[in-house]
C-alpha cells in the first residue's frame, strides 16, 4: 500500500471506488502516475479536461489571474464573470439570457430548479396554488445534493438518503406519449439532458426534443437541459441540443465539467424570455437574495473559463469532435467484435453499449468495469457509464494519432479477452 493509499485509508470518506492510480502530472492526452507511467487520457476526469492537461493557454490565464486577484464577493462586479457570460451568451449560446455562476453542475441543476420552483409561483394553477413539480427521465443523472439528487432518475444514487425532495416524477426517456400523460396542474417544468452521460450515454431523439419544446409551450411550462457532461463543443456543436434539435429554444440550460477545462465552475442559464403578459423576462425571478454561491464565478475560475471556451471557439474544436466521432465509429463498427454491441453518443462523448457474455469478469465487477480495469493495465484510461456501457471521453483537441492509437490500445485488449464461459 502507498502512502497515498494509506492516507486515504485513514483520512478521507471511502465515497468513491477508487481505482489503483496516483496520478501527479499531465500533459494534453498524457497522464502520468507516480512510478512514472504514461496512460493515454480519454477519461479526462469525466468529460472535463476539454483541452486535455496543462493546456498552455489556461494555464497562462491562471498564473496571471493568480497573480493579480484570486477572489472576491460576489457583492462587486467582476469584470472576468462579466466577461465569462458575454462569451457564453453571444458565442455559445446565441440566444438572449442571463447566467448565474455555481461551483459545479449539481449545483447548477439545483438553481435551474430553484428557478422552475419561482415560475411556478409567478404563473400558479388555476386555483392560485403555487406549481412546483418538475419532470425528468429514468436513466438520468442530475447530481448529488439533496436537490439535483432527488431530480435524478437512479434509485441507486438515492438509496439510504429518504425523505428525497418531493416535486419529482421520472419518466421513461424518449417516449413521448407518456411525457404528454404525465403533465399535472402542478407541473411547472421539465430537465433532461440532451445526451445521458452517467446513464449510458442515451441521445436524446430530435422528435422527443420537439415533442418535449412542443408539450411545453402547450401548458406554459420551463423547458430546461441539463448540458453538464454534453456541452460546449463536446458533442460537436457549443449546444448539444443543436446537434439533436437546432431549431428548439430552451428556457434553461445547466453546465459544468468541460466549461472549466478543470477548474470548478458551473453556471445556469435562464433565457430572456417574457413569462406573463406584462413582459416580465424569466431571469427576474430570481432576483436578489434569491440565490447566491461564495466562490461562484470568481475571478480564477472565470478567468480559466473564458481561456478554456475561447480555444474551443477560435479553434473550431467542436468540428474536430464530429470528425473523430466518425472515426471512431467506422474504425469500432470495422472490428465487428462480439463484446461490443452498440456505439451510442455524439461527438466525443462516445458510449460502447457491452455484451456481458463475451466479457468474462470477477464476480465484484460489471463488464463495464472489467473492461476499463483491463484497458488502464495496457496505458488507456476510460470510464464507465453504468454496468454495461463503457464511455470514451477524449479532450476536444485530441490527433488522429492519438485517437488512433488509442483505439488500437482497445482493440488488442478485445482481442486479449479470455474466452467467456
Same mark, same amino acid.
Given at each position: 500500500? !502507498? ?31 507516480? !512510478? ?6 480519454? +477519461? ?70 430553484? %428557478? ?31 436537490? %439535483? ?66 408539450? +411545453? ?36 440550460? !445547466? ?28 431571469? %427576474? ?75 468474462? +469478469? ?23 457509464? &453504468? ?28 482481442? &486479449? ?5
Amino acid at each position: 500500500m !502507498s502512502q497515498t493509499e494509506a492516507r486515504y485509508q485513514s483520512h478521507v470518506l471511502e465515497t468513491y471506488a477508487r481505482m489503483p492510480l496516483e496520478p501527479v502530472r499531465g500533459r494534453g492526452t498524457r497522464l502520468e502516475d507516480r !512510478s512514472g507511467r504514461v496512460y493515454l487520457d480519454f +477519461c479526462t476526469g469525466i468529460a472535463t479536461c476539454s483541452l486535455g492537461h496543462a493546456h498552455p493557454r489556461v494555464a497562462d490565464a491562471i498564473r496571471r489571474q493568480a497573480e493579480t486577484l484570486l477572489h472576491v464577493s460576489n457583492l462587486y462586479h467582476i469584470p472576468q464573470q462579466a466577461a465569462l457570460a458575454e462569451e457564453i451568451n453571444t458565442r455559445h449560446v446565441g440566444l438572449p439570457g442571463k447566467l448565474f455562476f455555481s461551483n459545479s453542475g449539481a449545483e447548477a441543476n439545483d438553481g435551474l430548479i430553484k %428557478s422552475a420552483r419561482r415560475f411556478g409561483r409567478h404563473r400558479p394553477q388555476a386555483d392560485g396554488s403555487p406549481r412546483y413539480e418538475v419532470l425528468t427521465f429514468n436513466r438520468s443523472f442530475h447530481g448529488r445534493t439533496l436537490g %439535483s439528487m432527488a431530480a435524478t432518475g437512479q434509485e441507486k444514487i438515492q438509496q439510504g438518503f429518504d425523505p428525497l425532495l418531493p416535486g419529482f416524477r421520472h419518466l421513461p426517456f424518449n417516449d413521448i406519449d407518456a411525457l404528454r400523460e404525465s403533465i399535472r396542474p402542478e407541473t411547472a417544468a421539465l430537465l433532461l439532458e440532451p445526451v445521458q452521460g452517467e446513464g449510458g450515454v442515451h441521445v436524446a431523439t430530435a422528435g422527443f426534443l420537439r415533442a418535449a419544446a412542443e408539450i +411545453c409551450r402547450e401548458h406554459d411550462l420551463l423547458l430546461m437541459l441539463d448540458e453538464v457532461q454534453a456541452g460546449f463543443g463536446r458533442c460537436g456543436d457549443a449546444m448539444a441540443w443543436r446537434r439533436i434539435a437546432p431549431e428548439i429554444t430552451p428556457d434553461g440550460i !445547466s453546465w459544468a465539467k468541460g466549461m472549466g477545462g478543470g477548474v470548478p465552475i458551473g453556471s445556469f442559464w435562464l433565457s430572456d424570455r417574457a413569462v406573463d403578459g406584462d413582459g416580465t423576462p424569466l431571469p %427576474s425571478l430570481m432576483g436578489p437574495g434569491s440565490h447566491g454561491s461564495t466562490y461562484g464565478g470568481n475571478p480564477l475560475v472565470c478567468a480559466a473559463a473564458l481561456a478554456v471556451l475561447r480555444e474551443i471557439r477560435e479553434r473550431d474544436l467542436a468540428a474536430n469532435a464530429l470528425r473523430q466521432e466518425t472515426r471512431i465509429r467506422e474504425t469500432i463498427t470495422s472490428w465487428n467484435h462480439p463484446a461490443i454491441r452498440e456505439i451510442r453518443g455524439l461527438g466525443l462523448l462516445v458510449g460502447l453499449g457491452l455484451d456481458a457474455g463475451a466479457i468474462p +469478469c470477477a464476480d465484484d465487477r460489471t463488464p463495464a468495469l472489467d473492461l476499463v480495469l483491463r484497458l488502464m493495465e495496457n496505458g488507456l484510461l476510460t470510464v464507465p457509464a &453504468g454496468p454495461d456501457t463503457m464511455r470514451l471521453l477524449p479532450p476536444l483537441n485530441v490527433t488522429d494519432a492519438e485517437i488512433d492509437e488509442g483505439l488500437e490500445i482497445l482493440h488488442t485488449t478485445l482481442r &486479449g479477452l479470455p474466452p467467456a464461459g
